[in-house]
């Protein structure tokens, strides 16, 4: 019995020390997951500004109009890779969201630092195939809504 | 913007399609379409105003002598110099209105050209035909426009289209400019004629547009 009980005494700070250290080590774990957190994911204001859009209303007038609409997105594509190389085109990450072939007007999307690069790569190329082409850009939006009313506007200046 | 159709109708088209784009005035080559055609393109478009330009090719000064004599003041003058020595002389000369530098010419401007033209009140142009379909057109326009800067020798650009489809929108002159790093003065003064806008006046009222 005497035995037992010195045997406890003396285990008995060992194990709080064991319990203490433990503990210190969880904090330390837990504040270095909170501050990798913070440094390796952006804010959500971060997240919405980089997302930055631009609407490109266009006008494309064509020597012999072409009616298919994937047809003239190839043509805006391959302008593009042409014009901007791979790494560029990929980064500005151009999408055309409409296009209207009896109207020759059409909606392109792109990243809001690449607006200037588009428009002057894409007024670089006139030709489509064997046919003329001209690019006049009308109006650059933020917003789908508003790039909407420039569609059907008849004016093409700025 | 200066233009060089070769046919009433191209002129009309083209016309039709620059007011549209909102240009007030342009030019047109009296080379490829003679004076009495600048009346009926003006009917195409009521508020865009015709002006008749002469275009002056030159490999010597004394070549750019003859082509000037018997011009009068009826149209605006544009040389366009095949040696340094005739882009020096049609710089100093104030009866050229633009002096366009040719991709070859471009290493040609510097502060002594610069100069020239202060004296002669004449704009430096260039044609963004050069540029199209062209990388290194591109290129040498974007040397230009950094010695322009540099040199600050005020720059004029033209399309000098034949039709329709070589024609540049004020949005894409604008934004191929501010590409190749121009300030908002140069970018704004590019797509307007301020200071021969009085030869203008007298060259449109003779013609009767």
Request: proline share 5%.
């Amino acid at each position: 019995m005497t035995y037992e009980l010195v045997l406890v005494l003396l285990l008995l700070p060992a194990l709080s020390w064991l319990v203490w250290h433990v503990r210190r080590l969880e904090k330390a774990l837990n504040s270095l997951r909170k501050t990798s957190l913070t440094v390796a994911g952006p804010t959500a204001t971060e997240a919405r500004k980089k997302r930055g859009k631009r609407y490109l209303v266009f006008l494309l007038l064509q020597e012999k109009p072409e009616r298919r609409v994937e047809v003239v997105g190839g043509w805006i594509t391959d302008a593009l890779k042409r014009g901007l190389g791979e790494l560029e085109f990929s980064l500005c990450r151009p999408h055309l969201i409409y296009f209207s072939p009896r109207r020759g007007r059409g909606v392109l999307r792109v990243n809001k630092e690449c607006v200037a690069k588009v428009i002057t790569c894409l007024s670089l190329e006139r030709r489509m195939g064997n046919s003329k082409v001209l690019f006049v850009p009308i109006r650059t939006t933020g917003t789908l809504k508003r790039a909407r009313k420039y569609l059907f506007d008849r004016q093409v200046s700025s | 913007m200066l233009v060089a159709p070769s046919s009433e109708i191209g002129l009309k088209t083209i016309a039709s399609i620059a007011r549209r784009m909102g240009y007030r005035a342009i030019g047109v080559d009296v080379d490829l379409c003679p004076p009495s055609l600048l009346k009926e393109g003006s009917k195409s478009a009521p508020r865009l105003v015709l002006f008749p330009a002469k275009r002056i090719r030159a490999s010597s000064p004394a070549e750019a002598k003859a082509a000037l004599r018997g011009l009068g003041r009826q149209v605006i003058v544009i040389g366009i110099p095949e040696n340094r020595e005739t882009f020096r002389f049609m710089s100093r000369d104030s009866r050229f209105d633009f002096v366009e530098a040719s991709p070859e010419l471009v290493s040609e401007v510097d502060s002594g050209e610069a100069g020239l033209l202060t004296l002669s009140g004449a704009y430096l142009s260039f044609s963004l035909k050069n540029v199209v379909g062209s990388y290194r057109g591109l290129h040498t326009f974007g040397e230009l426009v950094a010695r322009c800067r540099r040199l600050s020798i005020p720059l004029r650009l033209y399309s000098t289209a034949g039709n329709e489809f070589e024609m540049w929108h004020p949005r894409q002159v604008y934004f191929l400019l501010k590409l190749f790093g121009a300030g908002k003065e140069v970018l704004l003064e590019s797509l307007s004629l301020p200071a021969i806008s009085e030869k203008l006046r007298r060259v449109s009222v003779q013609l009767d547009l």
